[in-house]
């Protein structure tokens, strides 16, 4: 009901379907026969959604699948009402992409870092090693390449601390369920760009890194977050078979939390239901005060699978209360 206290952060972490991919014909015979088409609609999911973040009084939110006009016109005049300062990266071959959404009596915006992985693993010197690795496996590099995935990231400085500085990270993996090895590089040059902001730019300011990863809890991307390495063995590499088996060990320096554990789905729809969302945070410098509960699941079914007259995305919001330690 009210915004948390002094130091704490309340952040969300939200994949709000894109119009682009609810108004289909596809969406509404395939994908989502269960839902009434009017609530594919545009304006009836615009209007739940800006009643629902603005009901969470956060902190932080990162939304993915933003279409670039629902930002400009709807999202962010709503949520500058409630306090908050929008920041939108869209992904070029797409009309949608990625938003982060901060308060503004709380926080200000020292700097942006927002990267394409596909030019950044090109470009970068930072990528160089990686890019290098991945010229032995062209089929894998032209897949990675390809795809038009971006990572938001935004250095946030507390206003009543300016000593208190945090990195908030945004993205949205590549969707394909034998994508796993496209996951792996996509997340490898994620972390290594958030090193650089984290460890680099701005010597051991905390991470908070949201998204719809698009990976279980049993994948190699989340078990490579959470461990900080991923084997070469690991069997991701091999998730789309022989011809584009890609090994390489990977590690990172983070020691990364999910925030709200392991729910037992946080994208639910006709043909499957998992946990492919999380709010990694920084486990040396931050911690968990509290998750706010998900819906339960006869919510959730009540009207089958999401998207629902009463739901307006296939994705469900994490939210949880941090604190720095």
């Known amino acids: 009901r009210k915004v948390c206290g002094e130091g704490s952060i309340r952040a969300v972490s939200y994949n709000i379907l894109a119009d682009t991919y609810a108004q289909t014909e596809f969406s509404r015979t395939v994908l989502y026969p269960y839902c009434a088409p009017y609530a594919l609609e545009l304006d009836y999911r615009q209007n739940l959604l800006k009643k629902e973040l603005a009901g969470y009084s956060a902190d932080l939110i990162c939304l993915q699948e933003v279409d670039k006009s629902v930002f400009a016109d709807s999202l962010a ?37 927002d990267v394409a992985f596909s030019e950044a693993l090109l470009s970068d010197p930072l990528h160089k090693d990686l890019c290098d690795k991945l ?4 089929l894998v590099k032209e897949k990675v390449l390809q795809r038009s995935s971006v990572l938001q990231v935004s250095v946030l400085q507390s206003a009543t601390d300016p000593s208190r500085k945090i ?7 590549y969707w394909h369920p034998k994508g796993g090895n496209i996951r792996l590089i996509q997340i490898a040059v994620a972390l ?6 984290a460890c680099d730019l701005y010597p051991s300011i905390p991470v908070i890194f949201c998204g719809d990863f698009n990976s279980t809890p049993s994948s190699g991307t ?16 091999v998730s ?17 939390l999910s925030a709200c554990g392991e729910p037992a789905y946080t994208n639910y729809v006709g043909g499957f239901h998992g946990c492919l969302d999380y709010i990694f ?27 629902s007259v009463s739901h307006p995305s296939d994705h469900i919001a994490l939210i949880c209360d941090l604190k720095w330690k």
């Not at 949520?79 to 992409?97: C, P, S």
């Not at 010229?135 to 062209?138: G, I, L, N, V």
């Not at 990195?167 to 993996?173: G, M």
């Not at 959470?226 to 590499?237: F, K, L, Q, R, V």
Request: glycine share 6%.
């Open 135 to 138: 010229a032995k496996y062209p």
């Open 222 to 237: 989340y078990s490579f977050i959470n461990t900080g390495g991923i084997a070469e063995d690991h069997e991701d590499w």
């Open 77 to 113: 005049p709503a949520l500058d009402a409630f306090g908050l300062e929008g920041l939108f990266k869209i992904k070029e071959k797409q009309h949608e992409g990625l938003a982060t959404f901060y308060r503004r009596d709380k926080f200000s915006l020292l700097s942006q870092h």
């Open 167 to 173: 990195c908030v990270a945004n993205t949205h993996l």
């Open 281 to 307: 945070i920084d486990k040396n410098t931050l911690e968990v005060e509290q998750v706010i509960p998900l819906p339960s699941h006869e919510e959730v079914t009540t009207h089958q699978a999401l998207p």
């Open 240 to 256: 789309s078979g022989e011809e584009e088996r890609c090994n390489m060990p990977l590690s990172h320096p983070f020691k990364l």
């Open 192 to 197: 290594s760009h958030i090193k650089h902001v």
